[in-house]
């Protein structure tokens, strides 16, 4: 398909890193979009960005601003795209000062236009950052993967959600995070593996912009945590006979052990498959660590246990305290046992009560009223009719972002066979397996039946998991 590059047309590009937890608000964010007359580019991340200069002149939205992202950010700027951002990771965040190390650049936020944050906690968070530009608009919309936790999105996912019912029966899901020491490849990790005994193990991925101090405390509490689960499931598999136990690892976190478990067990079935709403949804309680899942299921209204086998207060209370505080918290096995058992016989519902409110109410928006996609398509908008043709950069700037793209383009595709890379081609394929234009429209359906719209929309392959979904009447 050969996209018609008019200046007039409002293109917004929608790029999607983790397509089991992204895609589907994207998408309804997407249509929302859609419906007001924007034209969008969505899909795989890697493969957008990789075919940028190929791409009209756009509003871009982002979910990150680090040094990472610098040389993206210049490249788009050079071709005239708008950037547009918001952080998947500052929901549940790390203690301010490692934040800002870890997830915030002084360049590259000056590269953006318009922050959205998920809630009053994020927007603040930013408000302090010292290297906020003094004009940055930050605008408290909520997130779109808050959207699809709403009843009236529900309906989306309640076909699923019947059929992991059926298929399961009664399930206890176990969401796990441990990313940090179990990553899809070890260079990942807060540390990469050392050669020798006796070596200093080097930074991995996941600990860049943190202290040494702080990546090494990380590292001991949530492999502690991470041996406490790995005991706590075969557990629960021999003590709760009449439930499935689901195990639900990070999206990128490796599988291998919790299918060694699973192997040993009777009832325990390990997946990443799909998004998690239908999967809580169907599920009887969720155990997690400090996990995102927690809020989720908190939101829902389905009963939450944060399994606190080891503690470390500084990182509980400094990077996991939302998700632990709105949940049930227990400390030994045994706890986890006598409370899940409570949940099974309806003596204890979702954790409830006033201060759990009000903490949730700081951190996530839009939890009422217009939808999240709805309030950042507000912005959208506003943007649009301010600026009602965006500013063309100039030949040599066009040209230079052009060169620059291809070369990035270029390089990448040859690291991808090269030894050692933190993300190999395998992992990429992970993180984005890839949908058909056909599961892309049936999606659209479900989304606009769910939202009750009609709009009709065209909908294209651009290239490799990059599609385009227009207004019908948009020539």
Not at 12 to 38: S, T
Not at 69 to 93: S, Y
Not at 158 to 171: I, M, P, T, V
Not at 432 to 447: R, V
Request: glycine letters at 6%; a positive charge; hydrophobic letters at 40%.
């Amino acid at each position: 398909m050969k996209l018609n590059q008019n200046n007039s047309r409002s293109w917004l590009i929608i790029p999607v890193e983790n397509q089991v937890r992204e895609l589907d608000p994207k998408l309804l964010l997407a249509c929302i979009a859609a419906r007001r007359g924007f034209s969008i580019i969505i899909g795989s991340h890697r493969e957008i960005d990789l075919r940028i200069s190929s791409l009209p002149q756009s509003r871009y939205l982002n979910k990150s601003m680090t040094d990472r992202n610098l040389k993206m950010f210049r490249i788009m700027e050079n071709l005239g795209h708008e950037i547009m951002t918001w952080d998947e990771e500052a929901l549940v965040h790390l203690p301010a000062a490692t934040y800002y190390s870890r997830r915030l650049s002084p360049t590259a936020i000056r590269y953006n236009s318009h922050l959205f944050a998920w809630g009053e906690d994020n927007a603040e968070l930013w408000r302090q950052y010292p290297d906020l530009p003094p004009d940055m608009p930050i605008h408290v919309t909520g997130n779109p993967r808050s959207d699809m936790m709403r009843p009236e999105l529900r309906a989306f996912y309640k076909s699923e959600a019947d059929r992991l019912k059926g298929r399961f029966g009664d399930y206890i899901l176990v969401n796990t995070n441990f990313n940090h020491v179990n990553a899809y490849f070890p260079a990942q990790n807060l540390f990469r593996p050392v050669k020798n005994t006796g070596d200093v193990p080097q930074f991995g991925k996941a600990a860049v912009g943190m202290s040494r101090e702080y990546a090494e405390g990380l590292r001991d509490h949530k492999q502690n945590i991470f041996e406490a689960f790995k005991q706590m499931i075969p557990k629960l598999d021999q003590a709760l006979p009449d439930q499935r136990i689901i195990v639900r690892p990070h999206p990128t976190e490796n599988q291998q052990i919790y299918k060694d478990i699973a192997n040993i067990c009777e009832r325990v079935h390990v997946t990443n498959e799909g998004n998690v709403v239908p999967w809580l949804m169907a599920a009887r309680a969720v155990i997690h660590n400090g996990c995102t899942t927690g809020v989720e299921a908190y939101v829902m209204g389905i009963p939450a246990v944060s399994y606190r086998a080891k503690i470390d207060d500084e990182i509980d209370m400094g990077f996991y305290r939302l998700p632990n505080l709105i949940s049930y918290q227990v400390y030994n096995f045994e706890e986890l046992l006598e409370t899940l058992n409570k949940i099974l016989t309806g003596k204890l519902g979702v954790a409830d009560g006033e201060d759990r409110r009000q903490l949730i109410n700081q951190y996530l928006a839009a939890q009422d009223g217009p939808l999240a996609c709805e309030r950042i398509a507000d912005v959208l908008e506003n943007v649009r009719q301010a600026e009602t043709v965006m500013a063309k950069p100039t030949l040599n700037r066009k040209m230079l972002g052009r060169i620059q793209a291809n070369w990035r383009r270029f390089n990448r595709y040859i690291r991808r066979y090269l030894p050692g890379s933190h993300a190999p081609q395998a992992f990429h394929l992970h993180r984005y397996p890839g949908i058909t234009l056909s599961e892309l429209d049936d999606k659209i359906a479900k989304l606009q039946q769910a939202i009750g719209d009609k709009t009709i929309f065209k909908t294209a392959q651009l290239s490799n998991q990059i599609f385009v979904i227009e207004p019908a009447l948009v020539d």
